[in-house]
């Protein structure tokens, strides 16, 4: 899967992933391979994406995940 973490100033994240945990506004919730599309609205908190090497989290200020095709675009208001 592909990701990407964009800010309204920069591209924060871009890169090959396993999973990824976003804090959605219900609860956190982990996308895996071949997820159902989906378009979320994000609280603020952890960003915790896996690949096949490493484990990284960024902390978000809100903002909106979107997952088509195996492709996530998180577009976070900020990045702590």
């Known amino acids: 899967m592909n ?5 309204p100033d920069k591209k924060v994240y871009e890169g090959e ?8 506004t219900m609860g956190s919730f982990q996308i895996l391979k071949d997820h159902a599309p ?6 603020d ?6 690949s096949k090497t490493e484990e ?6 809100g903002g909106v ?7 996530i675009v998180v577009l976070a208001e900020g990045v702590a």
């Open 56 to 61: 990284q989290t960024f902390i978000i200020k």
């Open 38 to 43: 989906i378009i979320s609205t994000l609280e």
């Open 45 to 50: 908190g952890p960003v915790v994406i896996k």
């Open 17 to 24: 992933v396993t999973a990824v945990t976003v804090p959605g």
């Open 65 to 71: 995940v979107e997952v088509l095709k195996n492709k």
């Open 3 to 7: 990701l990407e973490i964009l800010t």
